[in-house]
């Protein structure tokens, strides 16, 4: 296959809906081999700051002389992002090479009757890729929940946690402790559990977890905590203090507080891994080449244009909470595109004085709200103007003429949205069609 024949491949198995399960990956790793077992990982799950963590992660774990894979959903524009060697994703040219060795593999599965869903090839796809180019080690991030989701079908030696909040409820059930629940399952044994900022009615439940498979459990704020965090331009500057060590002097280069909380997990994480304390100018240098594209990512200015992936209430709080921070006088019209499944009542509130109008779109899948109907259900939960516009290039443009010069451009409520815009702005193709499952 070349690069286009092997994206065709991996789209014809969008749409197959959600299954969540892990039979069919699992006999599908068997068949392949088990590549999942060739390498330790740092398995992540979590409602936000998962992508994050997982670039957090590779950061570190790079910079310390390791080859590191990641494992990210979902992508912002191109497939090949999902997975990434030293933090550089695939080439086209490797990409293509490693569905067509795929291929071959699900083809023979095919023949008993099973047809792996989109997500199921990519984390197959990730697994076989990392253990092809002899990766030392990997960040895998979860795609939905954890229990019964494909990543789950490995067993991570670190399994992190990094937040939990009310989401996907068809699937992980309606109240936060079976959330949690869900995603604490990817806990195993002969691993060690890392929390982060989880509602303190949940720790119990992680404690409780890691009890149940006698692994340790380090929680932020207990085991580990960034301490003299102050905001620099661009960034944060602190002092991490770990599990097993302190780090002084580091510049994280992204916005938004939160994100210094997710660099500690990381932290935790890798000394977890690595069984013992960093290396203080390998963490230095971590910190400091750190990304996190589409989250707090200030993309334009004239007026400004700030996306972020922001996607559940949680991430709306957050996010608030971050422009109060980082643009404490700043107004926004918002663009928003929501997934169906989404709480917007509960979304749009935390915004509330921020906003001088919103403009909803949609991006194309099925999942997504419709632009003249998103608009109506948001005019029943706020009091500024509500438009409608057909795609994300149309909205753009209507909300950065109606920004002026006065305010800001805010770009939020799906990470298909924020690939969407990333790539108008930048005169991009729009992103490539995918699933989380």
Request: aromatic letters at 6%; charged letters at 20%; a negative charge.
């Amino acid at each position: 296959m070349d690069y286009q024949q092997a994206t065709e491949y991996l789209d014809s198995h969008v749409g197959l809906g959600v299954h969540p399960g892990l039979e069919r990956i699992s006999a599908l790793l068997e068949l392949m081999g088990h590549p999942e077992r060739n390498h330790p990982f740092i398995h992540i799950t979590g409602s936000n700051g998962k992508t994050s963590t997982a670039r957090f992660v590779t950061a570190l774990t790079v910079a310390h002389g390791y080859s590191t894979g990641t494992f990210i959903s979902p992508h912002l524009e191109r497939v090949e992002e999902r997975i990434s060697m030293n933090g550089v994703p695939t080439t086209e040219e490797q990409f293509a090479q490693a569905v067509t060795d795929l291929a071959a593999f699900v083809e023979v599965f095919a023949k008993k009757g099973e047809r792996p869903t989109f997500f199921e090839l990519t984390a197959a796809l990730a697994f076989s890729w990392f253990a092809a180019e002899g990766t030392d080690l990997a960040a895998i991030e979860v795609g939905l929940g954890g229990r019964l989701d494909a990543t789950n079908a490995a067993d991570g030696a670190v399994a992190v946690l990094t937040s939990v909040s009310i989401e996907h409820t068809e699937y992980l059930g309606p109240t936060l402790a079976g959330i949690a629940t869900e995603k604490l399952a990817i806990a195993k044994p002969d691993s060690v559990l890392v929390t982060g900022a989880i509602p303190a009615e949940l720790v119990p439940l992680a404690e409780q977890a890691a009890a149940r498979v006698g692994i340790p459990h380090r929680h932020l704020g207990r085991e580990f905590r960034p301490v003299e965090v102050e905001q620099a331009v661009g960034g944060w500057l602190f002092e991490g203090a770990g599990v097993l060590a302190s780090y002084p002097d580091l510049h994280l280069p992204v916005l938004g507080r939160h994100q210094v909380d997710n660099f500690m997990v990381a932290i935790a994480g890798v000394e977890s891994l690595f069984g013992r304390a960093l290396d203080q100018e390998a963490v230095k240098r971590a910190a400091a080449s750190a990304t996190s594209p589409g989250r707090m990512e200030l993309i334009a200015h004239s007026p400004r244009v700030l996306l972020d992936g922001a996607h559940n209430p949680e991430g709306f709080s957050v996010l608030a909470e971050s422009l109060a921070i980082e643009f404490p006088t700043a107004k926004w019209v918002l663009v928003l595109g929501v997934m169906g499944e989404k709480a917007i009542d509960q979304m749009i509130p935390p915004l509330a004085g921020r906003l001088v109008r919103i403009v909803a779109t949609s991006v194309h899948t099925p999942r997504a709200w419709a632009p003249e109907a998103l608009a109506e259900r948001v005019r029943q939960i706020t009091d500024v103007p509500v438009t409608a516009a057909g795609d994300v290039q149309e909205a753009l443009a209507e909300a950065r003429d109606a920004a002026g010069t006065e305010h800001g451009v805010l770009v939020a409520g799906s990470l298909y949205l924020v690939g969407a815009a990333r790539a108008t702005l930048a005169g991009r193709s729009q992103p490539q069609r995918g699933e989380r499952s």
